[in-house]
């Protein structure tokens, strides 16, 4: 079980939360393009905390060279694993000649996994769709695993959709391409040496214990976002691990401790890590009103402490018509 790498999202602060509700699930950090890590700011993108993992670092990009350099970086910075992104479809990846359209280029992707595994010792894996466009060939992913698999990739997350390169944004092509999970599990028959996970449209225990009779592993992506309570359940459901038995109101106090931490070390507002745990109490009766305070900026200015208890108080219950109305 793993959550997926998601732009914008998957930061160090999102990765810390879901490493309180799980344990053992194997995170994946936003991608990270390689002239980012080249030419920026290292530290910036690849700094997270030692609670994260096992944690993944995502790349993107298309020059072997430079993805040696980058996954020498992630292994040097203490990342357990690297991937490469071969499943964006946005206009603006598709500009760098990377994410999807790479599957356009298989031999190009398996020189790049082999300069990147030629330099690390860290497992080198790669996310990708089923096809490109109209192309629905079987023939057309079997081909693309089979020559990256001889480049000594060994790991496969596939996204069970096609990615569109035009005509559709990057959120159409995670919703209007039909899944094909059946794609995938061909490619584990196929390839019974490789480890072949799955992703995409995965929401409820049902269909991941669907997908694991068919392949070696699930990723899932927003569900795990929008209802991370959901993860919580994973050590017990798919590790094998005793329940936890931790509640949402430790967690939201361990984040509490985090974002004062970050804030001391790094100079990190907790505004922009609390949008993060927006969803622990989905579902829940007053789960509104709390993710309010955690998301009102007019309290931006009080100590994350302050917030927690500002969104635990209830609020006082009418006593009169007249009351309800005022209120």
């Given at each position: ?286 789960a509104r009103r709390w993710r309010q305070a955690w998301s009102d900026h ?30």
């Amino acid at each position: 079980m793993s959550v997926a790498p998601m732009m914008d999202w998957t930061d160090r602060g999102c990765r810390y939360f879901h490493r309180l509700l799980s344990r053992h699930a194997l995170l994946y950090t936003e991608m990270v393009t390689t002239g980012a890590l080249i030419h920026g700011d290292v530290a910036r993108h690849l700094r997270f905390h030692d609670a994260e993992h096992p944690v993944a670092l995502q790349l993107g990009g298309s020059e072997p060279a430079d993805l040696a350099q980058c996954a020498q970086m992630a292994q040097q910075w203490g990342y357990d694993e690297v991937n490469l992104n071969c499943g964006c479809p946005s206009e603006r990846v598709q500009r760098g000649a990377f994410g999807a359209c790479l599957m356009n280029e298989r031999e190009l992707v398996a020189d790049c996994v082999k300069a990147m595994r030629d330099v690390v010792d860290i497992p080198v894996t790669v996310k990708h769709r089923i096809g490109i466009d109209k192309e629905e060939s079987y023939g057309f992913v079997r081909d693309f695993v089979g020559s990256v698999a001889e480049a000594g990739c060994e790991v496969f997350i596939v996204h069970a959709r096609n990615a569109w390169l035009k005509g559709l944004s990057p959120k159409e092509n995670r919703e209007i391409p039909p899944l094909r999970y059946e794609v995938v599990a061909r490619l584990r028959q196929d390839f019974p040496q490789l480890t072949i996970a799955v992703n995409g449209g995965i929401a409820t225990d049902a269909l991941v214990q669907q997908q694991l009779e068919q392949v070696d592993g699930v990723m899932v992506g927003r569900e795990a976002y929008h209802n991370p309570w959901w993860l919580a359940s994973w050590d017990a459901s798919y590790f094998g691990a005793e329940p936890s038995g931790i509640t949402r109101e430790w967690v939201e106090e361990e984040m509490v401790r985090y974002m004062e931490r970050e804030a001391a070390e790094h100079g990190t507002h907790w505004y922009s890590i609390a949008r993060h745990m927006l969803g622990l109490r989905h579902g829940l009766p007053g789960a509104r009103r709390w993710r309010q305070a955690w998301s009102d900026h007019r309290l931006k200015t009080l100590p994350p402490h302050e917030v927690m208890r500002l969104a635990r108080t209830k609020p006082a219950r009418p006593t009169s018509e007249a009351e309800t109305v005022s209120i």
